[in-house]
């Protein structure tokens, strides 16, 4: 006879489920053993936040759930950060939690955390599961609220008696295919009117333009447009940096070479924008017009409040939309003689010989050995707003940023999850020595997986951002430096690799020979955040004196 357990395991290979990731406790262990005979791997990491950080970056890079597991109480709140993690950044992710038995209780309240309630603000649903008979179907619904629009984090808890107990077999719910509908026809032309009568027009791409399913359509109505794009710091990749329509990026919220471009617009088509990003720009009573192109309504914040919106099915939406407008658009490009002076400022000092190098430099040299596919996973500090605004992107989900929940500690696992998704591509986590060490932990776990993998850590020894900010704001250097491990010898340990760069010349070769050795490899280099302040505070504002003129 089955029991809860086995249940649960065939209910998660239906969803075509093939690794969990986590940190199993002994309410798992009648779980662990269903596992044993399954087809899906189970994947130990050495804290539950990996686990969660690598199941959520499995969402996001397939559309499909991701899949962790961990005990009770004080592994289920390890996946706290992960929850968050995958709620803001839209990314479909299942937890699994252990409980002691709900039919008898023979250890009292040891251990016992109320988890699913404590989930609820952090996942779309958090629910136990009181019987083995609702296995399949809670297991099907889970997945389903997962994925759907917008996707997140689903949170099953199952108490280790239902676990464990025999039942008669359930047939578990077949998978269909779901269509999201396309946006309606009179939301179409209503928006096919603003773009028609704009005079200067500017696409922007966010979070949900990067979602798997998105991306094809949406290339093909900048395309039919010929109107000018920039991107969020997550809508990066979507339609090629390499295209000859590009902008840039908006990674601060405002006077950025990029916003030339859009406080000159009168009308931006925000395709896929999540306002949980940090806000790309800012809306006012005078500026441009927006309309908002997403699976789901706009929210309505002071910063952001479209006047038209366009609700459906992004890409197919976004076809419909370009067969009305294509061919008619006679200001499509009105915005693009600004192209060249944005991008080629932000190329400035990329490089300079400079040691220890400039992060303008470093991304630089990064993108010199990644190639086009190659995808890069960056942790949370300030190198991130230099990646996000210098990068350039050519295939979408190739910068793995989080500017949602902006957490340290994600950029190592999530790196990981990449690398074991596309093990033919280049893959690396980029750290800065804060971020780096929250989860550093997980080295152990690529090295055990035979990851091929690079972790490029950004050191200053100190919360360089933070430690910016302080100094932005005139308060005095103080409380936010720290020492290091020696991280070649550190890498060493774990079995990995590890290598310093010590001259700036010898970046891209440092990286290179790690790339080309395989298997986990860190390299440390030194970074000059000087320009934090040379450049976005300085040079920003100087450009804020000078009077700006309208193009067109
Ligand atoms: C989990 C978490 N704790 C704290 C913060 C606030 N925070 C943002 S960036 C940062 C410093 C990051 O330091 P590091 O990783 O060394 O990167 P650096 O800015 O020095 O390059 C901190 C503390 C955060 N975003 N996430
Ligand atoms: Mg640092």
Same mark, same amino acid.
């Given at each position: 006879m089955p029991k809860g357990s086995d249940l649960l395991v065939a209910a998660l290979e239906n969803e075509g489920v093939d690794r969990i990731f986590g940190v199993p406790g002994e309410e798992n262990l009648d779980v662990v053993e269903s596992l044993r005979s399954s087809s899906i791997k189970l994947i130990l990491t050495r804290h539950e936040q990996g686990a969660a950080f690598m199941a959520a970056t499995h969402g996001r890079l397939t559309g499909r759930p991701g899949v962790c597991i961990t005990t009770l109480g004080p592994g289920a709140l390890n996946l706290t950060t992960g929850a968050a993690y995958a709620l803001l950044g839209g990314m479909p992710m299942i937890m699994l939690t252990g409980q002691k038995g709900i039919m008898s209780s023979r250890q009292a309240q040891f251990q016992i955390v109320d988890v699913v309630t404590a989930f609820k603000p952090l996942t779309k649903l958090s629910r136990q599961i009181v019987s083995t008979r609702t296995i399949p179907t809670l297991v099907r619904d889970a997945f389903r609220i997962a994925m759907e629009e917008r996707p997140g984090p689903v949170l099953l808890e199952l108490p280790e008696d239902i676990a464990g107990e025999e039942c008669e077999h359930v047939a578990m719910v077949p998978r269909h295919p779901i269509e999201i509908p396309i946006a309606h026809r009179a939301a179409l032309d209503r928006a096919a009117e603003l773009i028609l009568k704009a005079k200067r027009p500017l696409i922007m791409l966010g979070a949900a333009a990067s979602r798997p399913r998105s991306t094809a359509g949406i290339g093909g109505f900048v395309r039919r447009t010929k109107i000018p794009f920039f991107t969020t710091q997550m809508g990066k990749g979507t339609v090629p940096g390499g295209s000859n329509l590009y902008m840039g990026t908006a990674a601060l919220s405002e006077r950025d070479y990029v916003h030339e471009a859009v406080d000159r617009a009168d009308l931006i088509i925000a395709v896929g924008h999540d306002t949980i990003e940090k806000p790309p720009f800012?809306?006012?009573?005078?500026?441009?017009?927006?309309?908002?192109?997403?699976?789901?309504? $706009?929210?309505? !914040?002071?910063?952001?409040?479209?006047?038209? !919106?366009? @609700?459906? +099915?992004?890409?197919?939406?976004?076809?419909?939309?370009?067969?009305?407008?294509?061919?008619?658009?006679?200001?499509?490009? /009105?915005?693009?003689?600004?192209?060249? #002076?944005?991008?080629?400022?932000?190329? +400035?000092?990329?490089? !300079? !010989?400079?040691?220890?190098?400039?992060?303008?430099?470093?991304?630089?040299?990064?993108?010199?050995?990644?190639?086009?596919?190659?995808?890069?996973?960056?942790?949370?500090?300030?190198?991130?707003?230099? %990646?996000?605004?210098?990068?350039?992107?050519?295939? $979408?989900?190739?910068?793995?940023?989080?500017?949602? *929940?902006?957490?340290?500690? $994600?950029?190592?696992?999530?790196?990981?999850?990449?690398?074991?998704?596309?093990?033919?591509?280049?893959?690396? =986590?980029?750290?800065? +020595?804060?971020? %780096?060490?929250?989860?550093?932990?997980?080295?152990?776990? =690529?090295?055990?997986?035979?990851?091929?993998?690079?972790? *490029?850590?950004?050191?200053?020894? /100190?919360?360089?951002?933070?430690?910016?900010?302080?100094?932005?704001?005139?308060?005095?250097?103080?409380?936010?430096? %720290?020492?290091?491990?020696?991280? @070649?010898?550190? =890498?060493? &340990?774990? #079995?990995?690799?590890? &290598?310093?760069?010590?001259?700036?010349?010898?970046?891209?070769?440092? *990286?290179?020979?790690?790339?080309? &050795? #395989?298997?986990?490899?860190? @390299?440390?280099?030194?970074?000059?955040?000087?320009?934090?302040?040379? @450049?976005?505070?300085?040079?920003?504002?100087?450009?804020?004196?000078?009077?700006?003129?309208?193009? =067109?």
């Amino acid at each position: 006879m089955p029991k809860g357990s086995d249940l649960l395991v065939a209910a998660l290979e239906n969803e075509g489920v093939d690794r969990i990731f986590g940190v199993p406790g002994e309410e798992n262990l009648d779980v662990v053993e269903s596992l044993r005979s399954s087809s899906i791997k189970l994947i130990l990491t050495r804290h539950e936040q990996g686990a969660a950080f690598m199941a959520a970056t499995h969402g996001r890079l397939t559309g499909r759930p991701g899949v962790c597991i961990t005990t009770l109480g004080p592994g289920a709140l390890n996946l706290t950060t992960g929850a968050a993690y995958a709620l803001l950044g839209g990314m479909p992710m299942i937890m699994l939690t252990g409980q002691k038995g709900i039919m008898s209780s023979r250890q009292a309240q040891f251990q016992i955390v109320d988890v699913v309630t404590a989930f609820k603000p952090l996942t779309k649903l958090s629910r136990q599961i009181v019987s083995t008979r609702t296995i399949p179907t809670l297991v099907r619904d889970a997945f389903r609220i997962a994925m759907e629009e917008r996707p997140g984090p689903v949170l099953l808890e199952l108490p280790e008696d239902i676990a464990g107990e025999e039942c008669e077999h359930v047939a578990m719910v077949p998978r269909h295919p779901i269509e999201i509908p396309i946006a309606h026809r009179a939301a179409l032309d209503r928006a096919a009117e603003l773009i028609l009568k704009a005079k200067r027009p500017l696409i922007m791409l966010g979070a949900a333009a990067s979602r798997p399913r998105s991306t094809a359509g949406i290339g093909g109505f900048v395309r039919r447009t010929k109107i000018p794009f920039f991107t969020t710091q997550m809508g990066k990749g979507t339609v090629p940096g390499g295209s000859n329509l590009y902008m840039g990026t908006a990674a601060l919220s405002e006077r950025d070479y990029v916003h030339e471009a859009v406080d000159r617009a009168d009308l931006i088509i925000a395709v896929g924008h999540d306002t949980i990003e940090k806000p790309p720009f800012i809306m006012g009573p005078k500026g441009p017009q927006v309309i908002h192109v997403s699976y789901t309504p $706009a929210n309505v !914040e002071q910063v952001y409040f479209p006047q038209c !919106e366009v @609700v459906g +099915d992004v890409g197919p939406s976004l076809e419909l939309l370009a067969d009305r407008v294509e061919g008619r658009l006679h200001n499509a490009g /009105a915005l693009l003689s600004l192209r060249e #002076g944005i991008l080629s400022r932000i190329a +400035d000092r990329a490089t !300079e !010989e400079r040691w220890p190098p400039t992060p303008q430099r470093i991304v630089h040299d990064v993108r010199q050995v990644i190639p086009e596919d190659g995808i890069i996973a960056l942790d949370n500090g300030m190198y991130k707003i230099w %990646f996000a605004r210098n990068y350039r992107t050519y295939v $979408a989900n190739t910068v793995l940023l989080d500017n949602a *929940l902006a957490t340290m500690g $994600a950029g190592l696992p999530s790196a990981m999850m990449a690398a074991m998704l596309y093990p033919d591509r280049r893959v690396m =986590a980029v750290c800065g +020595d804060g971020g %780096f060490m929250m989860n550093s932990q997980e080295m152990e776990t =690529a090295v055990r997986l035979k990851l091929n993998l690079v972790v *490029l850590i950004l050191e200053d020894s /100190a919360y360089g951002m933070i430690r910016w900010k302080q100094a932005v704001d005139h308060f005095p250097d103080f409380g936010l430096s %720290f020492g290091n491990p020696d991280f @070649v010898k550190y =890498a060493e &340990s774990y #079995g990995a690799k590890g &290598s310093r760069v010590e001259s700036t010349g010898d970046l891209i070769p440092a *990286l290179e020979r790690a790339f080309k &050795s #395989g298997g986990v490899h860190l @390299v440390v280099v030194p970074i000059d955040y000087t320009e934090n302040t040379r @450049v976005l505070i300085d040079e920003l504002r100087e450009k804020l004196k000078q009077v700006d003129e309208p193009v =067109a």
